[in-house]
């Protein structure tokens, strides 16, 4: 008997489904555009379990298969948790479409503690399934009034889905009517995006191959003449003149992808610019506080407060070398706590005492230049006090804090950090931002400092991530604008 609230699994591990090999939340499944055995897309004619409502078939076959292999315990607990939408309901009479939708977040939070306690501890092989896109708050509701189908007495599905996006529903034809609310064009299409993006994930983990890979690493050799970011409006003027190779590429993957979704192309396109964001947001800012940076033969920069998103783009810093040719040596220092257990693809010598292997490509070897990375696990403050006595490492061209929403959680550590760099920092410190209320938030912060000196004002970051990383139900912390990785950047250096 297993014990209760844990989850019974009878994995056959020699032909295990295809939707566990998924990882992560996949709002796609139960948003019904997934067959939740075999991971088969389809925007319509899947079956849905007729007990819980919460997942679709594509076939007799898969929903036999799934039943005792998982969906026996889990419609069980969907059904419970169906129970809790009648019992708290997002919708009642007077609640009208335009009521205060600070009210409606609270229920819903409510909602999901209660599901969270129902279902007790997770198993691992139920939160690689679909109840975490529950908890994640990523279901079928509607996307005015937050109501979902499962809160009338008789289960009914919500009447309108969005053309566009098909990723947001309304309750009825008065909630359909003032649609523009709560998912103008921006909403829908960043909706859309993450939809699409979740298809190419599951494509790529059911098909068991590597993480598109060659998207990930910098995607073209030097170039032969340096041609400033600033000359480029964008990502799509990136592609086209800077890296063609990388262009083609993409066309060849999602040539191979053309069957997911009918925006495989962009969500390709969304996916590899995210990889490529720090490392082009850095390179700009390198080049607007550097007039020399063309001749330049060694860079320094610090990644404070770097963690796992830092860790996975490593080798996409070696752009930086690819775009300067004059440059001679880059190094990159991943210092923060977070970085500890992440492991970064080439060897990185922490001690700092002699430098570490080159990580660089064949190519730029075969050039004599040099890619080296270093990785401390201390604090920043803790890390330049060592460091400074040692080998003079604490004096880079550029500190980087990426996303540092500092502003939110200004804890003890990281103004002691912030409070070094301000004070005793040669170099300058660029921050980026998701979203624009923490921009705000920041440079009203540095402008209240008269130690501050700010060199690049709040602005929206060209070279920021295009990937959406916000759901629904969070823009409401955004005022319903995006979030992504370094969205915004402001540069600033202390008062010397
Ligand atoms: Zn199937
Ligand atoms: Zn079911
Ligand atoms: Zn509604
Ligand atoms: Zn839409
Ligand atoms: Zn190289």
Same mark, same amino acid.
């Given at each position: 008997?297993?014990?209760?609230?844990?989850?019974?699994?009878?994995?056959?591990?020699?032909?295990?489904?295809?939707?566990?090999?998924?990882?992560?939340?996949?709002?796609?499944?139960?948003?019904?555009?997934?067959?939740?055995?075999?991971?088969?897309?389809?925007?319509?004619?899947?079956? &849905? =379990?007729?007990?819980?409502?919460?997942? &679709?078939? =594509?076939? &007799?076959?898969?929903?036999?298969?799934?039943?005792?292999?998982? *969906?026996?315990?889990?419609?069980?607990?969907?059904?419970?948790?169906?129970?809790?939408?009648?019992?708290?309901?997002?919708?009642?009479?007077?609640?009208?479409?335009?009521?205060?939708?600070?009210?409606?977040?609270?229920?819903? @939070?409510?909602?999901? +503690?209660?599901?969270?306690?129902?279902?007790?501890?997770?198993?691992?092989?139920?939160?690689?399934?679909?109840?975490?896109?529950?908890?994640?708050?990523?279901?079928? &509701?509607?996307?005015?009034?937050?109501?979902? $189908?499962?809160?009338?007495?008789? #289960?009914?599905?919500?009447? *309108?889905?969005?053309?566009? /996006?098909?990723?947001?529903?309304?309750?009825?034809?008065?909630? #359909?009517?003032?649609?523009?609310?709560?998912?103008?064009?921006?909403?829908?299409?960043?909706?859309?995006? %993450?939809?699409?993006?979740?298809?190419?994930?599951?494509?790529?983990?059911?098909?068991?191959? !590597?993480?598109?890979?060659?998207?990930?690493?910098?995607?073209?050799?030097?170039?032969?003449?340096?041609?400033?970011?600033?000359?480029?409006?964008?990502?799509?003027?990136?592609?086209?003149?800077?890296?063609?190779?990388?262009?083609?590429?993409?066309?060849?993957?999602?040539?191979?992808?053309?069957?997911?979704?009918?925006?495989?192309? @962009?969500?390709? %396109?969304?996916?590899?610019?995210?990889? @490529?964001?720090?490392?082009?947001?850095?390179?700009?800012?390198?080049?607007?506080?550097?007039?020399?940076?063309?001749?330049?033969?060694?860079?320094?920069? *610090?990644?404070?407060?770097?963690?796992?998103?830092?860790?996975?783009?490593?080798?996409?810093? +070696?752009?930086?070398?690819?775009?300067?040719?004059?440059?001679?040596?880059?190094?990159?220092? #991943?210092?923060?706590?977070?970085?500890?257990?992440?492991?970064?693809?080439?060897?990185?010598?922490?001690? /700092?005492?002699?430098? $570490?292997?080159?990580?660089? /490509?064949?190519? /730029?070897?075969?050039?004599?230049?040099?890619?080296?990375?270093?990785?401390?696990?201390?604090?920043?403050?803790? #890390?330049?006090?060592?460091?400074?006595?040692?080998?003079?490492?604490?004096?880079?061209?550029?500190?980087?804090?990426?996303?540092?929403?500092?502003?939110?959680?200004?804890?003890?550590?990281?103004?002691?950090?912030?409070?070094?760099?301000?004070?005793?920092? !040669?170099?300058?410190?660029?921050?980026?931002?998701?979203?624009?209320?923490?921009?705000?938030?920041?440079?009203?912060?540095?402008?209240?400092?008269?130690?501050?000196?700010?060199?690049?004002?709040?602005?929206?970051?060209?070279?920021?991530?295009?990937?959406?990383?916000?759901?629904?139900?969070?823009?409401?912390?955004?005022?319903?604008?995006?979030?992504?990785?370094?969205?915004?950047?402001?540069?600033?250096?202390?008062?010397?």
């Amino acid at each position: 008997m297993p014990a209760p609230g844990t989850i019974e699994v009878h994995m056959d591990l020699r032909n295990p489904p295809p939707m566990y090999f998924v990882q992560g939340p996949v709002s796609i499944v139960t948003a019904g555009q997934l067959c939740a055995y075999c991971a088969k897309p389809s925007m319509t004619g899947l079956q &849905k =379990c007729s007990g819980c409502h919460r997942v &679709k078939y =594509c076939s &007799k076959e898969c929903q036999k298969k799934d039943w005792p292999y998982i *969906h026996k315990t889990m419609c069980k607990q969907w059904k419970q948790i169906n129970e809790l939408n009648k019992a708290i309901p997002m919708f009642w009479p007077g609640f009208g479409p335009n009521d205060d939708r600070t009210q409606r977040q609270n229920a819903y @939070k409510i909602r999901r +503690e209660q599901a969270r306690r129902t279902c007790g501890p997770l198993s691992k092989a139920f939160e690689l399934s679909l109840l975490i896109a529950l908890l994640n708050s990523d279901e079928i &509701k509607c996307a005015n009034c937050w109501k979902t $189908p499962f809160e009338t007495e008789k #289960y009914a599905g919500l009447k *309108h889905t969005c053309s566009e /996006c098909r990723f947001a529903w309304w309750c009825s034809d008065e909630c #359909y009517s003032v649609k523009e609310t709560f998912h103008p064009a921006d909403v829908c299409q960043g909706i859309g995006q %993450r939809a699409a993006l979740q298809h190419l994930d599951v494509a790529v983990s059911v098909g068991r191959r !590597k993480m598109l890979t060659s998207l990930q690493v910098p995607t073209l050799q030097t170039v032969k003449k340096h041609t400033p970011l600033s000359s480029l409006s964008g990502w799509d003027e990136y592609a086209a003149i800077l890296d063609p190779s990388f262009s083609t590429r993409i066309a060849s993957l999602a040539q191979t992808y053309a069957q997911i979704h009918g925006d495989v192309d @962009k969500a390709l %396109r969304t996916m590899a610019f995210d990889h @490529k964001a720090i490392p082009m947001t850095i390179l700009a800012t390198l080049e607007e506080l550097y007039p020399d940076i063309a001749t330049r033969q060694k860079l320094k920069v *610090h990644l404070i407060g770097a963690g796992p998103r830092e860790a996975t783009i490593d080798e996409e810093m +070696e752009s930086i070398l690819h775009f300067l040719p004059a440059l001679k040596e880059l190094h990159v220092a #991943y210092i923060g706590p977070r970085i500890e257990n992440v492991m970064l693809s080439a060897v990185i010598d922490s001690a /700092c005492t002699r430098p $570490p292997k080159d990580a660089a /490509c064949h190519h /730029c070897q075969a050039q004599g230049r040099g890619f080296f990375r270093y990785r401390h696990t201390e604090f920043y403050h803790d #890390y330049v006090n060592e460091a400074a006595a040692s080998n003079g490492a604490a004096s880079p061209d550029l500190c980087v804090l990426i996303n540092s929403g500092f502003s939110e959680e200004a804890t003890a550590t990281w103004l002691t950090t912030l409070d070094w760099l301000i004070a005793k920092g !040669k170099a300058p410190i660029l921050c980026t931002q998701f979203t624009i209320t923490e921009a705000k938030k920041e440079q009203a912060y540095f402008d209240g400092r008269e130690d501050v000196q700010v060199l690049t004002r709040m602005e929206k970051n060209k070279w920021g991530s295009p990937r959406d990383i916000l759901r629904q139900d969070e823009r409401v912390i955004t005022d319903g604008t995006a979030g992504r990785n370094s969205h915004y950047r402001l540069v600033v250096q202390g008062k010397k």
